[in-house]
T-cell receptor, first 110, second 115 residues
Framework: GQNIDQPTEMTATEGAIVQINCTYQTSGFNGLFWYQQHAGEAPTFLSYNVLDGLEEKGRFSSFLSRSKGYSYLLLKELQMKDSASYLCAVRGDRDDKIIFGKGTRLHILP | DARVTQTPRHKVTEMGQEVTMRCQPILGHNTVFWYRQTMMQGLELLAYFRNRAPLDDSGMPKDRFSAEMPDATLATLKIQPSEPRDSAVYFC?????????????FGQGTRLTVV
């Protein structure tokens, strides 16, 4: 079976740093995605990790530990526009199926 | 500007009616996913195709849902008969042959309300 866990909601302050964690248990693994989804819109791609370590892309970074089944998304210098849901997703190794967690709703306070 | 196109964007229908949702994947993409999103369950994978062949539809209620790709430019998701519990946003996503560093691109979704 497949199980992807992430916190339901988080709150952070404008200008601060926030870390959104994701743990997964899957029958196979061939990469982990993070997507951002604003209310009423489609998910949009943020990052992809397949090897252990940190991938940095501007204000956003994503980390993966395959042995621990763990990833996090780090958002720096938070802006009000970062208020959105952040979805962790895992791709299987025998197929291209992408399974999503339920998402973390991030609220940014001024 | 390549994008996944879904129609209709909104659909309100009465219980028992047939609903057909359409998706045009990005030209050249050969993997197509159908997801359903609700507040309670999040994004659930209903079905997915590679080169128009269904690979997995285990997430789809078989008695009322069906998914097809009549050709490479069109994917359809049908619900017959529809029920109020089918109310959700249905997303289609497409991707090239998924190798490393290749994400799925989402359409804008079809918001379905069954009354």
């Amino acid at each position: 079976g497949q199980n992807i866990d992430q916190p339901t909601e988080m709150t952070a302050t404008e200008g601060a740093i926030v870390q959104i964690n994701c743990t997964y248990q899957t029958s196979g693994f061939n990469g982990l995605f993070w997507y951002q989804q604003h209310a009423g819109e489609a998910p949009t791609f943020l990052s992809y990790n397949v090897l252990d370590g940190l991938e940095e892309k501007g204000r956003f970074s994503s980390f993966l530990s395959r042995s621990k089944g763990y990833s996090y998304l780090l958002l720096k210098e938070l802006q009000m526009k970062d208020s959105a849901s952040y979805l962790c997703a895992v791709r299987g190794d025998r197929d291209d199926k992408i399974i999503f967690g339920k998402g973390t709703r991030l609220h940014i306070l001024p | 500007d390549a994008r996944v196109t879904q129609t209709p964007r909104h659909k309100v229908t009465e219980m028992g009616q047939e609903v057909t949702m359409r998706c045009q994947p990005i030209l050249g993409h050969n993997t197509v996913f159908w997801y359903r999103q609700t507040m309670m369950q999040g994004l659930e994978l209903l079905a997915y195709f590679r080169n128009r062949a269904p690979l997995d539809d285990s997430g789809m209620p078989k008695d009322r849902f069906s998914a097809e790709m009549p050709d490479a430019t069109l994917a359809t998701l049908k619900i017959q008969p529809s029920e109020p519990r089918d109310s959700a946003v249905y997303f289609c996503a497409s991707g090239p042959r998924l190798g490393q560093n290749t994400e799925a691109f989402f359409g804008q979704g079809t918001r379905l309300t069954v009354v």
